[in-house]
């Protein structure tokens, strides 16, 4: 069945430091996937998109990676604040074609910046 | 304000009642998704609609039941509630699908308690 993993263990860096977090996939071909954050006892926000013919996309401090060939995609965070503290999701479509929109969420990872 | 409305904000009632979940999605989208996130199964995908029609089903229980009106405000009810659908229910809605990169606006949720 389809899966997303993510490090379900809290991430603790550094104010100034690059945050990297992992999102792994089985069993998809997705054509694109996002990553949201969320806050707690709020509702996610939409960061990026990238799609599957896109190596790398980058939103200020923010920058993605998808490499469909581990199935993996990376999410970094610059120079990152202590204001960057949220759990951080990634969402792939789940199946079917690609007009239902319907999005499947990872657990999530935690992170927590330190000034 | 992401400009997906949700009501209430809380809601606490006994087992066996049946409760109605309100969702107002972004002016101009046309898709409404619904969520429940509970702390260990993360965000769960129950139901999509577009347009007013039901466009894709998750692993949405019998119990649970939805609709999108003519004014694209959608609606969820829960009826016959048990402890264990105490979660936060999520409510978000799209101007598109991610494959033409739209991502998806969140409400900021309905927490649910059943007692």
């Known amino acids: 069945s389809q899966k997303i993993e993510q490090n379900s263990e809290a991430l603790n860096i550094q104010e100034g430091k690059t945050a990297t977090l992992t999102c792994n996939y089985t069993?998809?071909?997705?054509?694109?996937l996002q990553w949201y954050r969320q806050d707690p006892g709020r509702g996610p926000v939409f960061l990026l998109l990238?799609?599957?013919?896109?190596k790398e996309k980058r939103k200020e401090r923010l920058k993605v990676t998808f490499d469909t060939t581990l199935k993996q995609s990376l999410f970094h965070i610059t120079a990152s604040q202590p204001a960057d503290s949220a759990t951080y999701l990634c969402?792939?479509?789940?199946?079917?074609?690609?007009?239902?929109?319907?999005?499947?969420f990872g657990q999530g990872t935690t992170l927590q910046v330190k000034p | 304000d992401s400009g997906v409305t949700q009501t209430p904000k809380h809601l606490i009632t006994a087992t066996g009642q049946r409760v109605t979940l309100r969702c107002s999605p972004r002016?101009?989208?046309?898709?409404v998704y619904w969520y429940q996130q509970s702390l260990d199964q993360g965000l769960q995908f129950l139901i999509q609609?577009?347009?007013?029609?039901?466009?894709a089903k998750g692993n949405i229980l019998e119990r649970f039941s939805a609709q999108q009106f003519p004014d694209l405000h959608s609606e969820l009810n829960l009826s016959s509630l048990e402890l264990g659908d105490s979660a936060l229910y999520f409510c978000?809605?799209?101007?598109?699908?991610?494959?033409?990169?739209?991502?998806?606006?969140f409400g900021s949720g309905t927490r649910l308690t059943v007692v």
């Open positions: 978000a809605s799209s101007g598109g699908f991610p494959s033409e990169g739209y991502g998806y606006t």
């Open positions: 069993n998809y071909s997705p054509a694109y």
């Open positions: 990238i799609r599957e013919n896109e």
């Open positions: 969402a792939l479509e789940s199946g079917g074609s690609g007009n239902t929109g319907k999005l499947i």
């Open positions: 002016s101009g989208d046309l898709s």
């Open positions: 609609y577009y347009n007013g029609e039901e466009r």
